[in-house]
């Protein structure tokens, strides 16, 4: 079962918060490696925020300090609390699972859009 179900997303003013969250089997849960990504139009899916295999975390420079990444292992969820959103912010945003052996899976996305 490689399904991964994102929700949070929509659309806030500038400044002001939004958690994503994106739900997994119990076996990518446990088994795969679990991050953030977003693409706007035109340009690459990029990454916001992952954890490595040894646990620690990756993040993009732009976010640092105001996104974090986080997860409960008995809901098998993966979190990203976001704060002070930024316009730049407004992108799809992608749950990612990297099962090892080059099996890597993502989420449908789920719009995140920030107003001035």
């Known amino acids: 079962q490689v399904q991964l179900v994102e929700s949070g997303g929509g659309s806030v003013q500038a400044g002001g918060s939004l958690k994503l969250s994106c739900t997994a089997s119990k076996y990518i849960f446990s088994s795969c490696g679990l991050g953030w990504y977003r693409q706007v139009p035109g340009k690459e899916r990029d990454l916001v925020s992952r954890?490595?295999?040894?646990?620690?975390?990756e993040s993009t420079p732009s976010v640092k300090g105001r996104f974090t990444i986080s997860q409960d292992n008995a809901k098998n969820t993966l979190y990203l609390q976001m704060n002070s959103l930024k316009t730049e912010d407004t992108a799809v945003y992608y749950c990612?699972?990297?099962?090892?052996?080059?099996?890597?899976?993502w989420g449908q996305g789920t719009q995140v859009t920030i107003s001035s």
């Open positions: 990612r699972a990297e099962c090892g052996g080059g099996y890597n899976y």
């Open positions: 954890f490595s295999s040894d646990g620690t975390t």
